[in-house]
């Protein structure tokens, strides 16, 4: 059964019902479910639930789960398709595209509040502490710069990318680092690896949960090796078998940096063409929540794991 859906002078795609199983789900009761544009079935509960699912990993792309012969469909999903095929309310829409807005912003933009005037500050130049503040220097009729690590009026050398003149300034990532626990990787002959690492790529922290060594940071899509530290590929490639064994490399030590995101416009497993100003994030997200093919994309078997790894704000 096929029921035309008409909104404003055009007509949207038919949507299709079915009594088939839910793919997402499994669930084979004798109920219509709509199918998707993957072909695959969905009720509204189960295609809701699953995009809140991967919202909450970092995910701003939508792509069916469902099992072919043993891999995942992979196919992604319009956000106009998901907002009319889940019936999502007024309320909903507002919670998903929030989301999506906010997981964006901080995917592709460095900003933080400013401790004078409470606006979001966006910092240009990620090797350098000191942040200028526009709307503080014109209140104050002064420069008014502040400390990125430690949010506090700036003191110092101004080019510092370590720590500014104030005493408690110090980057809590690393004492992260410094303090987390040991672990024997799950699946794999790697002895006392550190639990948590800063993604070689973007800086993010993981912590390693379970499973094998490989993970995949929810910030800059990039899957890398918890044990050396070298992107999946590289460390697959140096070795054969690498997978549930020792790397080629040695294992990394605990790391005394937090990698800075150069936002590469090409890297493995990753987003090809990265907004370089906020307008260019708008725009990305005018294309996500309109049915228009995104300038960016992401890997399209890329799904939350539950259990494997999380990260650490």
């Known amino acids: 059964m096929s029921i035309p859906v008409r909104k404003g002078d055009g007509v949207e795609p038919e949507l299709k019902f079915v009594r088939r199983k839910d793919d997402i789900t499994g669930d ?19 295609l809701t639930g699953w995009c809140r699912s991967l919202l909450d990993t970092g995910c701003i792309k939508f792509h069916c789960p469902a099992d072919v012969n043993g891999e995942k469909c992979g196919k992604e999903w319009p956000y106009v398709e998901i907002r009319r095929h889940a019936l999502l309310t007024e309320e909903e829409q507002r919670d998903f595209e929030v989301k999506i807005a906010s997981i964006a912003a901080k995917q592709f933009h460095d900003y933080k509040e400013c401790p004078g005037c ?12 000191s942040v200028r ?24 050398d101004y080019n510092s990318s370590e720590k500014c003149g104030n005493e408690d300034c110090r980057n809590p990532k690393l004492h992260i680092l410094e303090n987390c626990a040991l672990k024997d990787l799950q699946g794999s002959e790697i002895k006392n690896c550190p639990s948590i690492r800063a993604c070689p ?11 094998c060594k490989y993970v995949i940071c929810n910030q800059c899509n990039v899957e890398f090796c918890f044990a050396c530290l070298e ?63 995104p300038h960016t994309q992401q890997p399209q078997n890329q799904e939350p794991q539950q259990g494997s790894w999380c990260t650490i704000s």
């Open 118 to 129: 409470k606006s979001f500050v966006e910092r240009k130049d990620q090797t350098k502490l």
């Open 201 to 211: 790529t973007c800086g993010q922290l993981i912590e390693h949960k379970e499973k």
């Open 231 to 293: 992107t999946a590929r590289a460390c697959q490639a140096s070795k054969a078998g690498s997978w549930f064994k020792v790397c080629a490399k040695p294992l990394a030590p605990k790391q005394t940096e937090i990698p800075v995101w150069c936002r590469r416009t090409e890297q493995t497993h990753s987003v090809s063409a990265e907004p370089q100003s906020v307008t260019d994030t708008l725009n990305m997200l005018q294309d996500l929540l309109q049915h228009r093919q």
């Open 133 to 156: 503040c526009i709307i503080c220097t014109r209140i104050n009729g002064g420069v008014y710069e502040f400390c990125w690590q430690c949010l506090k009026p700036w003191k110092g």
């Open 28 to 46: 084979e009761d004798d109920n219509f479910r709509v199918e998707m544009s993957c072909g695959h079935v969905a009720g509204p509960n189960s």
